[in-house]
Structure formats: C-alpha cells, structure tokens
C-alpha cells in the first residue's frame, strides 16, 4: 500500500458461511457495501476496483472421510479456500486487497493467495491477526467442528489438512505473526500457539503496557525485514458493546479508540498489502452500528484522521 494516498482498492466479496455455526455470514459483503464502503474509499481519493462476489466452482474431491466427526462442511471449505486464494493471487500484490467477509474461515484462502503473492515477489509475508481467538486448531483438534477456526493453523503449513485443503504453494511462517486481542482461547490451540513461536498479545496484556508500543515493535520487525503485511480484523476483536454483529462475542474487547488507533498506525507504516473483513453477521446486528464501525475502520486504514471523523445523529 502506497501510504495512504492514491491507493488501488481491490475488493473481493467472499460470502461464505459454511464455517461458522450460526447462518447470517453470507450477507457480510452486501452489508459492506450497503453501509457505503465504497463510496468512502472514493471520497478519500483512492481507486476502487470492485471484484464483485466469489462463488466456489465446484467442491473438492476429498480422499476419504475425516476421522474428526465434528467437523462441518469441510467439504465446501476447501472450496471456498481454494477460490478465494485464487482470487487474492490473481488481484496482484499492488495497492491494497480487501476481502469482504464472511466467516473467518475465508483467511485459509486470503492468507494463501497473499503468501503467493510473496513467494512469487520474493518478499517476506508478515500477519496481524486481531481476533479474540487465535483460529489456530487443526482438522484433527478442533471439537466445535466449525472450520472458522482453523485458518490460521492451515495458513502456517500445521499437519493434517493434506488431502482436505488445498496445497499451499507459500505457508505463512508462525514467528511472523502476530496475535492482539485474545481473550478466548482453548487449551489445544494454546499448547500449539505455545510451540509455534507467534508473537500473542492478549488483552491483559493490552491493558497493562498499551496497545500502541505492542504494536509498534510489531511493526518495525515488519520493516525491517522489507515485509508485506496482512491484516485480518475479526469482528470479534471489538468489545460487543460496540460491535454486535458477530457470532462469537466474548466480553472486553477493543474499544472504538483502540481499534482507530490501530488503523491509523497501520496506515502511516505504509506496509498493508492486503485486509480481511471477518465475522460480520448483520442478521445479528443493530441498524447497521456493526458495519458502520467496520467501514469507518477501513477509512482509517486508509487515511481518515480523527478530526476527520464524521459526526452522526440517529432518529
């Protein structure tokens, strides 16, 4: 991303809900752009490329059933992770790639599609992952069987989604990603984010030393390194009070200030290459609050200052 002026926005609807365990998902993207999205990307002065909605050409064979019973249209994952990787590969690695979710489960395939982009470019892929989970369980460990929470851990090259996922042809490297905003994380996921070398900051950890000094060292090791930096912002990284819209809703989440300022710092490091929009279900939302702040986060990103901010009335 060229700073934060003139930058080329490709926008990628990803419509899936097959991985989260309550419907309401698949309307994400039309609520984004609804909640006026692009309209706010013109009027900063950037260029809007819109993909429209990506649909799964077909399923994936898979070799066999999966021994976890658990699991959930898995199936239709890997065929959601497969298209959506294309489509990220196939928007370049110019300007900046936002994918309009749907569930999480949609990184497995921005994620993949950017680490090519990577490999292709011979530059070093970098995430921030601001969730309140990790999204770090494999096929074999995860017990709710929604495959939202897998992404990261497929993402990263863990074992066990040969033959289930599609191949990755770059793996993200787990000590080039960091984790902010955890506050809801099982014991498998924190044994295996233990032995990954990921980088984790709860919210205590938030709290106790400030949000911005963690992200900052963050974000000079991504420079440093001349890196490419991906950004996936889960609904749930918000505090509910402010962000409803979402199916998972763990209480003390980042307020409104914390998750601007964010955006802003990410905006001045001039290292986003690309943005995931997860976990928006506006079946779950109040007149549209949940996307609005998701929108304006977005804006953020992509230069709005505070004394920019709008002022609105509700009636």
């Not at 921030?128 to 990263?156: E, I, Q, R």
């Not at 060292?217 to 490419?228: P, S």
């Amino acid at each position: 991303m060229n700073g934060c002026t003139n930058v080329v926005c490709n926008i990628i609807g990803a419509p899936v809900e097959d991985g989260a365990g309550r419907p309401g998902c698949i309307m994400g993207p039309a609520a984004y752009r609804t909640a006026g999205l692009i309209d706010v990307i013109a009027e900063l002065g950037h260029t809007v490329v819109d993909h429209g909605d990506i649909r799964p050409a077909s399923l994936l064979p898979l070799p066999m059933a999966h021994p976890n019973p658990a699991l959930r249209n898995l199936p239709e994952i890997a065929a959601w992770t497969r298209a959506i990787a294309d489509a990220v590969w196939r928007a370049g690695d110019a300007g900046l790639t936002i994918c309009l979710g749907g569930d999480h489960s949609l990184s497995a395939g921005t994620l993949a599609g950017r680490a090519r982009l990577c490999a292709d470019s011979g530059r070093e892929l970098f995430v921030l992952w601001l969730d309140a989970h990790t999204d770090f369980h494999t096929l074999d460990s995860s017990v709710s069987g929604n495959l939202h929470g897998v992404p990261l851990a497929y993402a990263c090259g863990l074992p066990g989604f040969a033959g289930y996922f599609p191949d990755l042809r770059a793996r993200v490297d787990p000590a080039n990603v960091c984790l902010m905003g955890l506050r809801s994380v099982d014991a498998s996921e924190r044994r295996a984010i233990a032995r990954s070398s990921a980088i984790t900051h709860d919210m205590r950890a938030i709290d106790e030393h400030g949000l911005a000094p963690l992200l900052r060292a963050f974000l000079e090791r991504v420079a440093d390194a001349g890196g490419v930096l991906h950004v996936s912002l889960d609904v749930d990284f918000l505090d509910p009070a402010i962000a409803p819209a979402v199916g998972t809703t763990v209480p003390g989440g980042a307020t409104v200030r914390e998750a601007h300022l964010i955006m802003e710092m990410l905006c001045d490091s001039n290292l986003v290459g690309s943005l995931d929009l997860a976990e928006l279900n506006p079946f779950l939302d109040e007149r549209g609050r949940t996307a609005t702040l998701m929108v304006d986060l977005v804006a953020s990103l992509l230069g709005r200052r505070v004394l920019d901010r709008p002022t609105r009335e509700f009636t």
